[in-house]
């Protein structure tokens, strides 16, 4: 058992918009250990979401299981 950040657990990330011709960062978060990440935004009208994984707390690779959006 691994005390501390999991090595596989992304640390550092962005997350934006895509807001049809105008791409808009939501947040950017660093040093973060936790395996679930909670984020609230305004609504408003978007056809994507991006992901940048910028860095991992060890492990070679990242992988991110589930992303989920609700209105």
Same mark, same amino acid.
């Given at each position: 058992?691994?005390?501390?950040?999991?090595?596989? *657990?992304?640390?550092? +990330?962005?997350l934006?918009?895509?807001? $049809?011709?105008?791409?808009?960062?939501?947040v !950017?978060? *660093?040093?973060? #250990?936790q395996?679930l990440?909670r984020?609230? $935004?305004?609504p !408003?009208?978007?056809?994507g979401?991006?992901l +940048?994984?910028?860095? *991992?707390?060890?492990?070679?690779? !990242?992988?991110?299981y589930?992303?989920?959006? #609700?209105?």
């Amino acid at each position: 058992m691994i005390r501390g950040p999991q090595p596989e *657990t992304v640390r550092d +990330y962005e997350l934006h918009s895509l807001e $049809f011709d105008v791409v808009r960062k939501l947040v !950017a978060v *660093t040093g973060n #250990y936790q395996r679930l990440r909670r984020h609230d $935004f305004q609504p !408003a009208m978007s056809h994507g979401l991006r992901l +940048y994984l910028r860095s *991992t707390n060890g492990a070679p690779v !990242a992988r991110v299981y589930e992303l989920r959006c #609700y209105a």
